[in-house]
């Protein structure tokens, strides 16, 4: 267990929903990242948060959005879901930006 | 953005074997990480390696700034060892990390 929990593992939805997912940091950690992983573009920057304020967008689609709550766990929702959306996405936290990050196990997505 | 690339991208050792993977990075940075990534998913993190020399246990990783290299050495291979490799990079006033494709590596008994 590397701290970082991520929820669900799976989640199996049809084209056109909205799903969310949901990760709590290590205990400590303030910052928070999104990450998604595919075949095609291998892992990419979604967001990172830092305290419950966003900090650095990376190639997050405008049906993409996420915030990091007061007690530090953030959300990633995903809106009118497209076959292409379907990855695997990893949250990361770290005490700040120059320290190891330490990953979650990943919520694997499939749009049917 | 900053361009990461890794070498070799597939590699297939026997088990006992050494092996140095390498990661070039075309900007300065000022954080870099080596990830494994295993058979089942989970991102590992290895080592956080800006710069310098770092060890643990079997692996080893060195940085190279001025010349925009790292490289993760990785001795008597186990076919635990098996996964993916990944370098990731972040520039001066970054705070997200730039993977590389990775480096496949398959260990054999």
């Known amino acids: 267990d590397s701290g970082v929990t991520q929820t669900p593992k799976h989640l199996i939805t049809a084209t056109g929903q909205r799903v969310t997912l949901r990760c709590s940091p290590r205990?400590?950690?303030?910052?928070v990242y999104w990450y998604q992983q595919s075949l095609d573009q291998g892992l990419q920057f979604l967001i990172q948060?830092?305290?419950?304020?966003?900090?650095a967008k990376g190639n997050i689609l405008e049906r993409f959005s996420a915030q990091q709550f007061p007690d530090l766990h953030s959300e990633l929702n995903l809106s009118s879901l497209e076959l292409g959306d379907s990855a695997l996405y990893f949250c990361?936290?770290?005490?700040?930006?120059?320290?190891?990050?330490?990953f979650g196990s990943g919520t694997r997505l499939t749009v049917v | 953005g900053i361009q990461v690339e890794q070498s070799p991208p597939d590699l297939i050792l026997q088990e006992g074997a050494n092996s140095t993977l390498r990661c070039n990075f075309s900007?300065?940075?000022?954080?870099l990480q080596w990830f494994h990534q295993n058979p089942w998913g989970q991102l590992i993190n290895l080592f956080y390696?800006?710069?310098g020399t770092k060890q643990n246990g079997r692996l080893s990783a060195t940085t190279v700034a001025t010349e925009r290299y790292s490289l993760l050495y990785i001795s008597s291979s186990q076919t635990t060892d098996s996964g993916v490799y990944f370098c990731?990079?972040?520039?001066?006033?970054?705070?997200?990390?730039?993977f590389g494709k990775g480096t496949k590596l398959s260990v054999i008994p």
């Open positions: 990361a936290s770290s005490v700040s930006g120059q320290v190891g990050y330490t």
């Open positions: 205990s400590g950690d303030l910052s």
């Open positions: 948060y830092y305290n419950g304020e966003e900090r």
């Open positions: 900007d300065s940075v000022n954080n």
């Open positions: 390696i800006p710069s």
């Open positions: 990731a990079v972040g520039g001066a006033g970054s705070y997200q990390l730039t």
